[in-house]
Nanobody, 126 residues
Framework: VQLVESGGGLVQPGKSLTLSCEVS????????MSWVRQAPGKGLEWLSS????????YYADSVKGRFTISRDNAKNTVYLQMHGLKSEDTALYYC????????????????????WGQGTQVTVSS
């Protein structure tokens, strides 16, 4: 299983950015996909998850109303649209999918129970 994130970069506060994650090695439409981030010196923070067919989405309170998760199952790709970016959104952003079943909203609390990409850096600064 391979997950490859892209789309990160340096952006000014208040601006928007869209991250992409292309997945291979599994039946993409059968899997929840999630976005998780890690800010400098902090732990992992789950941001959002989307069901396999895209019919259900979930968001952390910290990003609800600003970030939108979506997926294109024909392209095996999940997206994270980020609007109104703040300095506190500066982090390494990962997409993940579970290795095992039964995880709440498709994101397993134990990191090793998820597949991870290499991450894409988002820096919000003027």
């Amino acid at each position: 299983v391979q997950l490859v994130e892209s789309g990160g970069g340096l952006v000014q506060p208040g601006k928007s950015l869209t991250l992409s994650c292309e997945v291979s090695g599994l039946i993409f439409s059968s899997y929840y996909m999630s976005w998780v981030r890690q800010a400098p010196g902090k732990g992992l923070e789950w941001l959002s998850s989307i069901y396999g067919d895209g019919s259900k989405t979930y968001y952390a309170d910290s990003v609800k109303g600003r970030f939108t998760i979506s997926r294109d199952n024909a392209k095996n790709t999940v997206y994270l649209q980020m609007h109104g970016l703040k300095s506190e959104d500066t982090a390494l952003y990962y997409c993940t999918t579970p290795r095992i079943g039964g995880c709440d909203r498709g994101y397993c609390s134990s990191p090793t129970d998820n597949y991870w990409g290499q991450g894409t850096q988002v820096t919000v600064s003027s």
